[in-house]
């Protein structure tokens, strides 16, 4: 009987083990940069990557004096623009599928602030602002972005979004 409970114990044991190391994250706790899809990270934003030189994780006042240059880096064609496809990871293979949902990631604060016409082009007049651009997005005026500033805020899957006057429950009878 005390070997089926040593065994028992021991499974138990390694069973909380491997949950407990399986739901920490890859960076130390710190929350991940976006949704997880299909168990894994979205890819980094080249965006993001080319403005945050030292790949801290913080655009900090240096890294926005240079943002002009750092975006022009990105631009693999040579135009002076930047199409979303410069500055955007690539979609997912299934995301043209005909049998898969129409998903679109909600659009970083980076790339409202960086694109101000909203066009989804970065055109040269918006690059040559791209540091007052980065500015307005520093809430709390410390000279950096961090990932919650320059991300925004990430969607909660739990319910309707803060200010939804619409009801839980089923739709109104017509």
Same mark, same amino acid.
């Given at each position: 009987? =005390?070997?089926? &409970?040593?065994?028992?114990?021991?499974? +138990?044991?390694?069973? /909380?083990?491997?949950?407990?190391?399986?739901?920490?994250?890859?960076?130390?706790?710190?929350?991940?940069?976006?949704?997880?899809?299909?168990? !894994?990270?979205? $890819?980094?934003?080249? +965006?993001?990557?080319?403005?945050?030189?030292?790949?801290?994780?913080?655009?900090?006042?240096?890294?926005?004096? #240079?943002?002009?240059? @750092?975006?022009?880096? +990105?631009?693999? #064609?040579?135009?002076?623009? +930047?199409?979303?496809? @410069?500055?955007?990871?690539?979609?997912?293979?299934?995301?043209?599928?005909?049998?898969?949902?129409?998903?679109? $990631?909600?659009?970083?604060?980076?790339?409202? /602030?960086?694109?101000?016409?909203?066009?989804?082009?970065?055109?040269?007049?918006?690059? /040559?602002?791209?540091? &007052?651009?980065? =500015?307005?997005?520093? =809430?709390?005026?410390?000279?950096?972005?961090?990932?919650?500033?320059?991300?925004? $805020?990430?969607?909660?899957?739990?319910?309707?979004?803060?200010?939804?006057? !619409?009801?839980?429950?089923?739709?109104? @009878?017509?």
């Amino acid at each position: 009987m =005390k070997t089926q &409970t040593k065994i028992m114990l021991t499974m +138990l044991t390694l069973g /909380a083990s491997a949950l407990i190391a399986s739901a920490q994250n890859d960076d130390n706790g710190a929350p991940p940069d976006g949704p997880r899809h299909g168990g !894994h990270r979205p $890819p980094p934003l080249p +965006l993001v990557a080319a403005l945050d030189a030292n790949h801290d994780g913080v655009i900090d006042s240096n890294e926005i004096a #240079n943002a002009s240059a @750092e975006l022009l880096t +990105l631009d693999k #064609n040579g135009d002076g623009i +930047l199409t979303t496809n @410069e500055y955007l990871p690539p979609l997912p293979p299934h995301h043209n599928d005909v049998d898969a949902p129409d998903f679109k $990631p909600p659009t970083p604060a980076i790339v409202k /602030a960086l694109d101000a016409n909203g066009d989804g082009v970065i055109d040269a007049d918006e690059i /040559a602002n791209a540091s &007052t651009a980065l =500015k307005t997005l520093d =809430k709390n005026g410390d000279g950096q972005l961090t990932p919650d500033e320059f991300i925004g $805020p990430r969607p909660h899957r739990d319910g309707p979004p803060d200010g939804d006057d !619409h009801q839980a429950g089923p739709p109104p @009878e017509q």
